[in-house]
């Protein structure tokens, strides 16, 4: 069992920046590959960003590189994704997840791979 717990959402202009905490307990936390995704009014849940176990290995959406930071700190079991350059499309729930089928090396961009999920954060980047 994974348990997680999202926070850092909230109201920002365009051009302006958040950083999104996941807390996660139940688990070795760096035996598990973490992702964020989101899912916008009407839309369907899409991948953001992933990283592995050990933080070596990560993956992003086209419309995030560059601009989004995944990243992960193993002694303090807390999943960080820092987000610059927000556009009001970046407006969604923000979801942390974890995948507990590979092992530290372990990283994926596909949302059926993920085996726990949080509740979600809002993030709302106004025009």
């Known amino acids: 069992q994974v348990q997680l717990v999202e926070s850092g959402g909230g109201l920002v202009q365009a051009g302006g920046s958040l950083r999104l905490s996941c807390a996660a307990s139940?688990?070795?936390?760096?035996?598990?590959?973490l992702g964020w995704f989101r899912q916008a009014p009407g839309k369907e849940r899409e991948f953001v960003a992933a990283?592995?176990?050990?933080?070596?290995?990560?993956y992003y959406a086209d419309s995030v590189k560059g601009r989004f930071t995944i990243s992960r700190d193993n002694a303090k079991n807390t999943l960080y994704l820092q987000m610059n350059s927000l556009k009001p499309e970046d407006t969604a729930v923000y979801y942390c997840?974890?995948?507990?089928?590979?092992?530290?090396?372990?990283?994926?961009?596909?949302?059926?791979?993920?085996?726990?999920w949080g509740q979600g954060t809002q993030v709302t980047v106004s025009s």
């Open positions: 990283i592995s176990g050990s933080g070596g290995g990560a």
């Open positions: 139940g688990r070795a936390f760096s035996s598990y590959a």
């Open positions: 997840a974890a995948s507990v089928r590979g092992g530290s090396y372990y990283v994926t961009p596909l949302s059926r791979m993920y085996d726990y």
